[in-house]
């Protein structure tokens, strides 16, 4: 496999995953739609960096040397040369087909379209590209440079090369992976989160127990190292709520259906450490 990586949003989760790449040796294109959006997205990665040097688990050199291996464009274009393009744009499928027509048109056909859904099935995203064989979910997980799990889901038309190029592109990275055989909207990992979460939201929304007793349930109870509502507010109640909604649209299976509670949270702007409170607060 060749090593030139294009990464589309340097948001969370692209930044992230530009970070392990450049990291690993891969050369990494990061693209974003301002110069401000690019701006943050660099400046996570130096800051993330920063911290694994302060821990000793990287060296400074090792450090410089991933940062160099980092580029910025605002030119969607610019992933003509990419082996891998891994997309990491807002949860909407509209959005993520505008992507994927421009990746179709520009991209070398031995590429792998990548995306990094946690919800939306795979085919749907396929289809608007004329090659769904080379379309893959590689679903990385928050924050990226510490989560070990990468979820690798086919889509209808998904080829076993492509899967195989996808696998050796995540494990390349450290990751550990588990493969989606079936493309049912929100995977593994998000429907068993998101059935969990929101019953989590609906005790403490109907008053049987605070936040931080249900959460200390399931870590104490279950083993689970963080309990379901610190999670959401980990990953951020607004990407939850889009995630969970996609799931229902395609299931409607009302366990999936998110309560009030998680609806009006976002619409306040509450949306986890991201925004400094969520379900808990993070002000300090």
Known sequence: ????????????????????????????????????????GVGSIEGSLKRF???????????????????????????????????????????????????????RPSAVLATNTSAIPITKIAAATKRPESVVGVHFFSPVPVMRLVELVRGHATSD???????????GLGKTCIVVNRDVAGFVTTRLLSALAMEAIRLCESGVATAEDIDTACKLGFG????PLATLDLTGTDILLNATKNIYSECADPKFYPPELLSRMVDAGKLGRKSGRGFFDYAD
């Open 161 to 171: 090369e492509t899967l195989r190029t996808a696998r050796a592109f995540a494990e």
């Open 53 to 107: 040097v302060f821990k000793g688990t990287l060296t400074e050199e090792d450090r410089d040397a991933a940062l160099g291996r980092i580029s910025t464009t605002l030119d969607l274009e610019a992933a003509a040369e990419a082996d891998v393009v891994v997309e990491a744009v807002f949860e909407q499928l509209e959005v993520k087909h505008e992507v994927f027509r421009v990746l179709d048109a520009i991209c």
């Open 1 to 40: 496999m060749s090593d030139k990586l294009f990464v589309v949003g340097a948001g969370l989760m692209g930044s992230g995953i530009a970070q392990v790449a450049a990291t690993a040796g891969w050369s990494v294109t990061l693209r974003d739609v301002t110069d401000d959006a690019l701006s943050r």
């Open 224 to 227: 689970h190292a963080m309990g």
